[in-house]
């Protein structure tokens, strides 16, 4: 997997809060949705109008919404993920090497696709989410898509520090949501579960690893869908300087890919 330079992450949300479309309110991403099952995405070096490339998106691919493209109406910059030539099951990009053009007609912004419906478990800590969309289906036989949040052990598991005393590494992944110290009561994605008639998934351990300090609060996450093999799970996690969001896609029932990166309040 190839990275830039991972202050982009900033950079994105910088120019993501000066530069917001009215119709997008929560969280910068967005989705292909596009009838034809592609978009493409002009690619430019330099002078923004010079076309050097052109890259096809398939339906279903995610980006980061950066700005209205200059001088354009129709038009959107954004910044995506570049794949590697053999995809993996699962990818996770906490920063993002490819950036273009792509038509507003073809893409859809995540938080304005239909939302699955939220709700508690009766212990509070599983966020549960149903896709009420068609009334004829079966309440049982309803999408689902289930996080369960649990107390952190990250205290027990091994952890590295930089010069500065900030938290590196723990259990040699990059943690979020922390800085120095472990909070009091930190709390940590245990998992997610996926439930479809006829498919469904628990997601991989490397789609939740050292996800801490998720939120509660359904203000700041969301499940939404362009149609039930591609379903998009949101989330504004952490406080502060340690706040940070994340989008992981599902394709056919299955996490396949996450974006994630801080952004502090």
């Known amino acids: 997997m190839t990275f830039i330079n991972k202050a982009i992450s900033l950079s994105v949300f910088s120019i993501f809060s000066l530069s917001l479309l009215s119709a997008q309110n929560k969280v910068p991403f967005g989705v292909v949705k596009a009838t034809e099952g592609y978009a493409m995405v002009r690619v430019h070096k330099e002078d923004y109008r010079k076309i050097v490339d052109k890259i096809r998106m398939k339906k279903g691919d995610v980006f980061v919404y950066v700005k209205p493209a200059p001088g354009e109406t129709d038009w959107i910059w954004i910044k995506y993920p ?153 989330m504004i996690n952490g406080s502060g300087a340690n706040r940070y969001t994340t989008l992981w896609t599902i394709k056919e029932g299955k996490v396949i890919s996450q974006i994630i990166f801080k952004n502090p309040e």
């Open 82 to 234: 570049e794949k590697a030539e053999i995809e993996k099951p699962f990818v996770r990009y906490d920063s993002l090497t490819k950036e273009g053009m792509v038509n507003k007609d073809r893409i859809a912004f995540i938080d304005q696709l239909p939302q699955f419906t939220p709700s508690k478990s009766k212990n509070g800590k599983s966020l549960i989410f149903t896709d009420n969309s068609n009334p004829k289906i079966p309440t049982a036989q309803r999408s689902k898509v289930v996080i369960d949040i649990y107390p952190s052990n990250a205290s027990f598991r091994k952890q590295e520090k930089d010069a500065d005393g900030t938290i590196k590494t723990v259990d040699k992944i990059k943690p979020w949501g922390i800085d120095k110290e472990l909070p009091e009561g930190m709390t940590e994605i245990k998992s997610i579960r996926v439930q479809q008639p006829g498919r469904g998934s628990v997601f991989v351990r490397e789609a939740i690893k050292n996800m801490f300090q998720p939120t509660m609060d359904f203000e700041n996450i969301g499940v939404t869908s362009i149609d039930e093999d591609h379903i998009f799970l949101y």
